[in-house]
């Protein structure tokens, strides 16, 4: 018979340790907190359903105007907060030196004057970004980076950057007045804490530079691709209304500034909804400006 042994596996070697055992998880990060302050009621509804859409973004609180914004950035402590520029009592500009304070701001406007542009900065604006010229996904995207201390400028905003840049340094650092008087809102110690205005010097501005069309975005060149309104198929005169429209314009409004009647308005109107596929002011402001949910990559 052949001779039969019994093998016997070697001993087991048991498994290397772990070398992360015993490090703390990290703890799932809390949402990004924002303020938006804009005297829109439509396009503060419009951006607050944007940016609550996204699950690590919260909208804490709304603001009509730069009081308000401060109330409100006080109160909650924000990471972030959205400016307008153009709000009655305290405006955007004046309340801005506050407000950076607090909580990193980018303005979010639909005014593109240079002067105003640069004094946002000087002011303390982390970014600047002008209506129609950007996509719902790029304002997400400036959003969370503004918070990470990265700029970002719509054109027209880069274009004013740069003019700033520019500039001989023997110019006179404030530039010319504000249009309509911005920025010259007294601000009381019930409105605001005191304090010295935070200015950006044009050394400061420079640091900036190159962050204009170089963030994680997609923007090139400081080239945003704005909303793509073409497919709307809307006429000269109801793109016209439409803008109108967005920066909350009543019908009687409409009517003066275009001097057509009320009834003709309404006409245009109906035409408008129809082609936007919206039932409301706010959901056809939201389509136009492109803030409406889903409307990163142009709207429909």
Known sequence: ?????????????????????????????????????????????????????????????????????????????????????????????????????????VMLTYSRESEIVQEALRRGAGGYLVHGEFTADQLVTAVRDIKEGRAHFTPTAAGALLAQLRQDDRSPAGGGPLPEGLGGATAHTSDFATGAVQAISAENLSQLQPNVGESSSGWTGGRPAAVDRSRFQLSTREAEIMDLIASGMTNQQIAATCFISEKTVKNHINRIFAKLHSTSRAEAAAKWLGTAPGSGRGVG
């Open 1 to 105: 018979m052949p001779d039969r042994t019994t093998s016997h596996p070697g001993p087991q070697q048991s498994p290397p340790p772990n070398p992360f055992e015993g490090f703390p998880r990290p703890a799932p990060s809390a949402p990004l907190r924002v303020v938006v302050a804009d005297d829109n009621p439509v396009v503060r509804a419009g951006l607050t359903a944007l940016l609550s859409g996204r699950a690590d973004i919260t909208v804490v609180a709304e603001a009509a105007d730069g009081r308000e914004a401060w109330e409100a950035a006080q109160q909650h402590r924000p990471d972030v907060v959205l400016l307008d520029v153009r709000m009655p009592g305290v405006d955007g500009i004046s309340a801005l030196p506050y407000l950076v304070r607090i909580a990193p701001v």
